[in-house]
């Protein structure tokens, strides 16, 4: 028997130790990801272009969210 029980994954251990947040975020990154890979893959020219103009702003918008300062819960 392990030491987190029969019934409960090793890995739920950490799960629930961790941000949910954090995990939020990584969800939402590889969804962003798989999403990039299909339009690289299938986009016609014009789609892979917006695409790219997307990305780009949503890699300012996170830059500018940790330009901002913490709040008080952190």
């Known amino acids: 028997m ?3 029980g029969a019934a409960t ?3 739920e251990h950490f799960a629930q130790e961790a941000d949910p ?3 939020r975020l990584r969800k939402a990154t590889h969804a962003l ?3 990039t890979k299909q339009v690289s893959q299938v986009g016609s020219s014009d789609q892979r272009a917006r695409a790219t103009e997307a990305l780009d702003e949503a890699r300012r918008a996170l830059y500018g969210i940790l330009g ?3 709040s ?3």
């Open 2 to 4: 392990s030491t987190y």
């Open 9 to 11: 994954p090793p890995w």
């Open 21 to 23: 947040n954090e995990l």
């Open 33 to 35: 990801m798989v999403a």
């Open 68 to 70: 901002e300062a913490p």
């Open 72 to 74: 008080d819960d952190e």
